[in-house]
């Protein structure tokens, strides 16, 4: 499927790299830690991570190769539609990546190491962090049968892109390491 603007990257442009987790697959009890909303990066609790789990109402989702396929097929999709260029986009079991850009909005905020909130172009990338999970969470309910259930975890984290360097590292060695971990990977353009 031909993919609109993704012939590589233009500084002149914003480009973000989005990343959607599947629901409950970073929880509390994470060696690494894990993200609490509007605080950032939380040490391990245990306590909190059983407790947590106590509360689910359904287990942690994990995505298996067809759904991982699918959910690459409605990035391709999404992208094609003309909002936003696409890069290059991977999906292992727990955790979906997309690297975009597009023409407009333009940056407002001109902080390419934190994009702020309020940021135009910050707010369109989120907007389409929201439009994957939405219609990829539809694909995925239709293709398995199964309404009511969560498919990703709140959230998602929207970084922008700082320079050609940190793009090329994205497009040659981060997406594609994680094949390693059974994800499925697909890059367009450089």
């Not at 727990?94 to 909130?117: I, R, Y």
Request: hydrophobic content about 35%; proline content about 4%.
């Amino acid at each position: 499927m031909p993919m609109r603007g993704c012939d590589g990257y233009d500084e002149r442009m914003p480009v973000y790299f989005i990343t959607c987790h599947a629901y409950r697959s970073w929880s509390e009890g994470n060696s690494k830690g894990y993200v609490q909303r509007d605080e950032g990066l939380r040490p391990t609790n245990e306590p909190l991570a059983k407790w947590r789990e106590g509360r689910a109402g359904q287990p942690a989702t994990r995505f298996d190769d067809r759904q991982k396929e699918l959910l690459l097929d409605v990035v391709e999709e999404l992208a094609a539609e003309g909002a936003w260029a696409l890069h290059g986009a991977g999906c292992t079991s727990t955790h979906l990546h997309t690297l975009v850009s597009f023409k407009e909005p333009a940056c407002a905020c001109g902080d390419v190491e934190h994009c702020l909130a309020g940021c135009a172009a910050r707010e369109h990338a989120e907007s389409v962090a929201t439009r994957i999970k939405r219609i990829g969470g539809l694909r995925l309910a239709k293709a398995v049968g199964v309404n009511g259930r969560k498919w990703f975890g709140r959230g998602w984290d929207v970084s922008p892109v700082r320079g050609r360097g940190h793009f090329d590292h994205l497009m040659g060695e981060y997406l594609p390491k994680h094949r390693a971990e059974g994800g499925v990977v697909r890059v367009y353009g450089r």
